[in-house]
């Protein structure tokens, strides 16, 4: 079981921007798919984006692609999520888990605590 730990999360006010990291421990995940999924207040949890073993090959949902940027270092087990132009619709709590294939948004892994995000208007 790998453990997930999010970080990076914050008050920020609408244009501005963040980067969220997750840090893997436990098992390397240099082999696996990961993705970022959100939360809104009153919501179902949501896929944001998702990022292959490799890096080589990622996915975004149609309300953050060409905003935000999923990338990975493997060296360090971590996945970040660079948010720009945020909006005060991206605030929600932020998860990472890993997932079978960048195109298949179904967390694999416990979630982990997450990470709040929060866009002023």
């Known amino acids: 079981q790998v453990e997930l730990v999010e970080s990076g999360g914050g008050l920020v006010q609408t244009g501005g921007s963040l980067r969220l990291s997750c840090a893997a421990s436990?098992?390397?995940?240099?082999?696996?798919?990961m993705a970022w999924f959100r939360q809104a207040p009153g919501k179902e949890r949501e896929f944001v984006a998702g990022?292959?073993?490799?890096?080589?090959?990622?996915r975004y949902s149609a309300s953050v692609k060409g905003r935000f940027t999923i990338s990975r270092d493997n060296a360090k087990n971590t996945v970040y999520l660079q948010m720009n132009s945020l909006k005060p619709e991206d605030t929600a709590v932020y998860y990472c888990?890993?997932?079978?294939?960048?195109?298949?948004?179904?967390?694999?892994?416990?979630w982990g605590q997450g990470t709040l995000v929060t866009v002023s208007s």
């Open positions: 990022i292959s073993g490799s890096g080589f090959s990622t």
């Open positions: 436990g098992r390397t995940i240099s082999n696996y798919a």
């Open positions: 888990n890993r997932v079978p294939n960048v195109g298949i948004p179904q967390a694999l892994n416990a």
